[in-house]
């Protein structure tokens, strides 16, 4: 009495989730909802009934297609789901995910390799995006196929993988009305709320890529070098934080964001480890162990921006194509940037490296109360 749906259980980047073909999942969106939360066992803090890890970055679809868009070859929804929650976002990017697009789809045979390495476009359906991914397809005693051993490492994950590289064509608001959705590049808010004295700090509304609020770490208390353990026991903090996320959630457009998983909360400090800045990333009411891939390129963004709040915190490189090392709890993610030698405040190209690995192939089985499957 329940229905099995082919999938690819694999790990983009730092997170990880089942991925399907889109014609293998049910055409009307509330069926299809109902499918994923019994796929990923939710509303379940363990999510025991299900694939998904019990945390957000382990709480993630991919869901695949040809495209029909001219020059795209690929469309990807990205879903975000929550352990505790019955919610399926489809409005945010993720990088991360974003990174198993390809091999998804080279494994499933909706796309050929191209020789050595194989470069497809992949259009981001949840915000109309636009990335060329490039993977490694050597050939193989069974034919070409991804490779997912090799040397490149990226922090969050353990051991090395082989490179998988991003370059996202045109990112700048990718939620919202643009890259910086206020209209300025830095705004004064007042924080008031229930349990704590009003305070007004300065913050950044940037969008490129992924909708964040970035701000000192040092205008909340904190030092921005905290553990991710020790940022989400302090209650009183996160309180603060989702009171500012929902107030300047309306100064960016975006409405009431209470039930929305965007805008990110980023707190940013000195670099103390060799790199161009130092983050912690609330995802939004939980410390990200590391951070996001379309966040770490809207961090660079705005360490570029003259006026932001990363001016004079942020120790970046000369020249029109800087790498931006943004630090994390976990490590590092950098990011290469490329700027308008007319006007340097003008990104014009954000490349990033990533990783994925096939972990599981067969099929995830959903009761058939919540789908009966295909018609016959």
Same mark, same amino acid.
């Given at each position: 009495?329940?229905?099995?749906? =082919?999938?690819?259980?694999?790990?983009?980047?730092?997170?990880?989730?089942?991925?399907?073909?889109?014609?293998?999942?049910?055409?009307?969106?509330?069926?299809?909802?109902?499918?994923?939360?019994?796929?990923?066992?939710? =509303?379940?803090?363990?999510?025991?009934?299900?694939?998904?890890?019990?945390?957000?970055?382990?709480?993630?679809?991919?869901?695949?297609?040809?495209?029909?868009?001219?020059?795209?070859?690929?469309?990807?929804?990205?879903?975000?789901?929550?352990?505790?929650?019955?919610?399926?976002?489809?409005?945010?990017?993720?990088?991360?995910?974003?990174?198993?697009?390809?091999?998804?789809?080279?494994?499933?045979?909706?796309?050929?390799?191209?020789?050595?390495?194989?470069?497809?476009?992949?259009?981001?359906?949840?915000?109309?995006?636009?990335?060329?991914?490039?993977?490694?397809?050597?050939?193989?005693?069974?034919?070409?196929?991804?490779?997912?051993?090799?040397?490149?490492?990226?922090?969050?994950?353990?051991?090395?993988?082989?490179?998988?590289?991003?370059?996202?064509?045109?990112?700048?608001?990718?939620? /919202?009305?643009?890259?910086? =959705?206020?209209?300025?590049?830095?705004?004064?808010?007042?924080?008031?709320?229930?349990?704590?004295?009003?305070?007004?700090?300065?913050?950044?509304?940037?969008?490129?890529?992924?909708?964040?609020?970035?701000?000192?770490?040092?205008?909340?208390?904190?030092?921005?070098?905290?553990?991710?353990?020790?940022?989400?026991?302090?209650?009183?903090?996160?309180?603060?934080?989702?009171?500012?996320?929902?107030?300047?959630?309306?100064?960016?457009?975006?409405?009431?964001?209470?039930?929305?998983?965007?805008?990110?909360?980023?707190?940013?400090?000195?670099?103390?480890?060799?790199?161009?800045?130092?983050?912690?990333?609330?995802?939004?009411?939980? /410390?990200?162990?590391?951070?996001?891939?379309?966040?770490?390129?809207?961090?660079?963004?705005? /360490?570029?921006?003259?006026?932001?709040?990363?001016?004079?915190?942020?120790?970046?490189?000369?020249?029109?194509?800087?790498?931006?090392?943004?630090?994390?709890?976990?490590?590092?993610?950098?990011?290469?940037?490329?700027?308008? =030698?007319?006007?340097?405040?003008?990104?014009?190209?954000?490349?990033?490296?990533?990783?994925?690995?096939?972990?599981?192939?067969?099929?995830?089985?959903?009761?058939?109360?919540?789908?009966?499957?295909?018609?016959?």
């Amino acid at each position: 009495m329940q229905t099995a749906i =082919p999938s690819l259980f694999m790990r983009g980047g730092s997170s990880r989730g089942p991925f399907f073909l889109a014609s293998d999942l049910p055409a009307d969106i509330p069926t299809r909802d109902r499918v994923l939360l019994a796929v990923m066992g939710s =509303p379940d803090c363990r999510q025991i009934d299900g694939m998904g890890g019990a945390h957000p970055l382990t709480s993630k679809v991919g869901i695949v297609s040809p495209s029909s868009t001219p020059g795209v070859a690929l469309d990807f929804l990205f879903a975000q789901l929550q352990p505790d929650k019955d919610t399926v976002d489809t409005s945010p990017n993720c990088g991360n995910m974003l990174a198993a697009v390809v091999p998804f789809a080279l494994e499933r045979g909706l796309i050929e390799p191209q020789g050595d390495t194989t470069t497809v476009r992949v259009l981001t359906l949840n915000t109309d995006m636009q990335c060329d991914v490039t993977v490694q397809t050597p050939m193989t005693p069974q034919g070409r196929r991804v490779r997912y051993d090799g040397e490149a490492r990226i922090d969050g994950v353990p051991g090395t993988s082989a490179p998988i590289t991003i370059n996202f064509l045109d990112t700048a608001g990718s939620v /919202c009305s643009g890259l910086l =959705p206020t209209g300025q590049v830095r705004d004064q808010v007042t924080v008031s709320g229930e349990g704590f004295a009003p305070f007004t700090l300065p913050v950044t509304c940037i969008d490129n890529g992924m909708p964040l609020v970035m701000f000192q770490a040092a205008d909340v208390g904190c030092t921005g070098y905290e553990t991710v353990a020790e940022l989400n026991a302090d209650t009183a903090l996160k309180q603060r934080i989702e009171t500012l996320r929902i107030q300047t959630g309306h100064l960016m457009g975006l409405g009431d964001v209470s039930t929305k998983n965007y805008p990110k909360m980023t707190l940013i400090a000195p670099p103390r480890s060799g790199g161009s800045l130092c983050t912690r990333s609330f995802i939004p009411h939980v /410390c990200h162990d590391a951070i996001g891939v379309l966040a770490a390129v809207t961090v660079g963004t705005a /360490c570029v921006l003259k006026g932001s709040v990363c001016e004079g915190v942020a120790v970046m490189p000369a020249g029109y194509e800087p790498r931006v090392s943004v630090e994390h709890p976990t490590g590092e993610f950098s990011v290469a940037l490329g700027l308008d =030698p007319v006007n340097p405040q003008n990104v014009t190209r954000a490349a990033l490296l990533r990783t994925a690995r096939l972990i599981m192939r067969g099929e995830v089985m959903v009761p058939a109360a919540v789908w009966g499957g295909p018609p016959a």
